[in-house]
């Protein structure tokens, strides 16, 4: 079945620091790929998404791209702050579906 | 306007106790989705509804687990005789439903913990 499959963390980084999480998936299909972030007590909320190859999504200074070849959607920042502190969780969903795949998630911590 | 809510935002139970868990979508999203979430795991995808209809159940972890929906609106998570594998946070989200969740944000409630003793 399909599945998504995002680095372990804890992250920790220093403000300003260059920020990569990596998520790569299985799907039979052409997925829908998404990037969904919780900050400390609030739910989930989606950061940024994709609908096809090459496509790049972007909100708030972070960017991931769609690459069908090498099935992944890594998240990244040029620039860390200590706001982004919070759980990254990176999703799929088939087109036309409904049932969205979730990783386990990626705590990144940031210090000032 | 007001995002998702679900109640109890925590509930405490016995082992074998019945439990039913509340969901208030967005007003106006006719999809709405139950997620559990273990200590250190992702969301694991339990139910999908449109409308008041459920049409895969398969994501459900038994037959202890049953979802209504009523009036396209507020829907109920039940877990009969609890187990206290059950113990996880269980998330609600809702969207709008016009395009499937390929295309659809899910807006997420705060989500209820589940501790069975």
């Known amino acids: 079945g399909d599945s998504v499959t995002q680095m372990e963390g804890p992250v920790t980084l220093s403000e300003e620091a260059f920020l990569t999480i990596n998520c790569t998936y299985t799907a039979t299909g052409y997925p829908s790929l998404f990037w969904y972030v919780q900050y400390p007590g609030e739910g989930l909320q989606l950061l940024l998404k994709?609908?096809?190859?090459?496509d790049k999504g972007s909100n708030k200074g972070f960017e991931a791209t769609y690459r069908k070849e090498t099935t992944s959607f890594h998240l990244e920042k040029g620039s860390v702050q200590v706001s982004d502190s919070a759980v990254y969780f990176c999703a799929l969903s088939e087109t036309g579906g409904f049932k969205t795949i979730f990783g386990a998630g990626t705590r990144l911590f940031v210090k000032a | 306007g007001a995002g998702v809510s679900q109640s109890p935002s925590n509930k405490v139970t016995e082992k074998g106790k019945d439990v039913e868990l509340r969901c208030d979508p967005i007003?106006?999203?006719?999809?709405l989705y139950w997620y559990r979430q273990s200590l250190g795991q992702g969301l694991e995808f339990l139910i999908y509804f449109q409308g008041n209809s459920a049409p895969d159940k398969s994501g459900l972890p038994s037959d202890r687990f049953s979802a209504e929906r009523t009036g396209g609106s507020v829907s109920t998570l039940t877990i009969q005789r609890t187990q206290q594998e059950d113990s996880a946070v269980y998330l609600c989200a809702s969207s709008l439903g016009h395009h499937g969740g390929s295309l659809d944000e899910q807006f997420f409630g705060p989500g209820t913990r589940l501790t069975v003793l």
């Open positions: 994709a609908t096809k190859a090459d």
């Open positions: 007003s106006g999203h006719t999809a």
